[in-house]
């Protein structure tokens, strides 16, 4: 406790550090404001019963900062622009220019980059825009709007979501850690209260076994995600002994760390997405004049709407697209041959195609552990729904996981930041 008191000591003692956390709160604060700030012509009642039934929604509302369960001008978040990143980052796949742009010309080509997906973000907000909307009025949430009115909306819910996406540029710069991350952390944090108020209201004495069930499976998957999301493997790495004018260079060990949870949150979002599109399509062919049409998709809406159904293809596309993912975004001939160019290899591996396949066997066994663990977190919350039949008990799977890699990779930074200062 000493230690963390001497911590925060040192942290708010050294003025450029101190400036650079309230620069990051204020402007969180400024982000909490305009999640609170809604459209007009809101059917409170009717948006609450349509999230509490949606799974992906709620999801949404995650990246959204909380602006989406109030339909603030702020309703998309920063959601276009982490769809944009992975649109991006599966574009390297099949562009080299991409490729080497983001993973070889060094900080200039990844602000290059990252200024491509800015520029996609825009197209995309209009598209998650014009859906959302047309999807609230279906449900009667939002009223009928004139061609002129649904434009309006459009424009202050695009530039709401871009103005997050430069507050959180502005934290990466000016502050500390992801700035998008802490919008997303913020949003995630704001909604704690009225969680923990709603089981208070709620609270049935009767129910107390397993309100305290519910409490050690949030401490064992707290405790899971911090172990997953630190855990690593370790390839032993040695650099060959080099002789230049007459001194000796190289011989060094080292390691390479492959991390257990390579794909981080990003297969859960593709499953989530994969999931809606059925959906949408079959409640509007469910409201056509053709019958047979109408009762197929009534059919598939039931499969849908089978939460036991619902969640196993939920957990397998977790787990594909976690695979799929990592060898977008890892690539073992790419590490083989960096290894090779600077003279370094794994000790009882030959260097080249051996070291690739080497290193993509570890992997692969890797990847198998990290998707699973995501697919248990991303379904937690749906068994827990079924099993106790208390909306207010199920465990943010998702939530839970952005807010402690969050948290851990603050730390980092500002112990970082200490240690810069320290020397």
């Given at each position: 406790m000493s230690k963390f008191f001497e911590k925060l000591r040192m942290i708010f003692g050294d003025p450029s550090l101190r400036k650079r956390i309230f620069f990051v709160l204020g402007i969180l604060a400024i982000a909490r404001v305009f999640a609170v700030i809604p459209i007009p012509g809101i059917d409170v009642m009717r948006l609450q019963s349509l999230f509490s039934g949606s799974e992906f929604l709620n999801l949404l509302n995650i990246f959204s900062g909380g602006g989406l369960s109030n339909l603030s001008i702020v309703m998309l978040g920063v959601g276009p622009f982490i769809t944009a990143s992975i649109i991006m980052?599966?574009?390297?796949?099949m562009s080299p220019k991409l490729k080497a742009l983001h993973q070889e010309e060094g900080e200039a080509g990844r602000k290059r980059f990252t200024q491509y997906s800015r520029l996609l973000t825009v197209p995309l907000a209009f598209i998650q825009g014009y859906a959302f909307i047309k999807l609230l009025q279906g449900q009667a949430v939002l009223p009928q709007l004139?061609?002129?009115d649904l434009i309006v909306v459009l424009f202050v819910i695009v530039?709401?979501?871009m103005l997050l996406v430069w507050l959180g540029?502005?934290?990466?710069e000016f502050g500390i850690g992801n700035g998008v991350s802490l919008i997303i952390f913020a949003g995630i944090v704001a909604t704690l209260p009225g969680m923990v108020s709603q089981l208070i209201f709620t609270f049935d004495p009767s129910q107390l076994p397993v309100y305290l069930a519910g409490l050690v499976v949030a401490l064992l998957v707290?405790?899971?995600v911090v172990v997953v999301t630190e855990a690593e493997r370790p390839i032993p790495i040695t650099y060959a002994k080099q002789v230049r004018g007459g001194r000796t260079y190289g011989g060094v060990s080292t390691y390479l760390p492959l991390r257990v949870n390579q794909a981080g949150v990003i297969p859960i979002i593709f499953a989530l997405s994969i999931l809606l599109f059925p959906q949408m399509i079959f409640e509007f062919l469910s409201q056509s004049s053709i019958a047979s049409v109408s009762s197929v998709a009534s059919f598939f809406l039931g499969l849908i709407a089978n939460t036991w159904i619902y969640t196993s293809v939920y957990f397998v596309l977790v787990v594909l697209f976690t695979y799929f993912y990592t060898a977008v975004t890892f690539?073992?001939?790419?590490?083989s041959t960096n290894l090779q160019k600077s003279g370094a290899?794994?000790?009882g591996v030959r260097p080249g195609v051996t070291t690739a396949d080497y290193i993509s066997r570890i992997l692969t066994r890797l990847t198998l552990v990290g998707a699973l663990f995501?697919?248990?977190i991303a379904v937690l919350p749906l068994i827990l729904r079924s099993l106790t039949g208390i909306q207010a008990l199920a465990i943010g799977g998702t939530a839970l996981l952005i807010v402690v890699s969050v948290v851990i990779d603050l730390i980092k930074k500002v112990d970082a930041q200490i240690s810069v200062r320290e020397y």
């Open positions: 980052q599966l574009m390297t796949v004139a061609f002129g530039a709401g979501s540029d502005l934290i990466t707290t405790f899971g690539d073992p001939d790419n590490i290899f794994i000790p995501l697919g248990i």
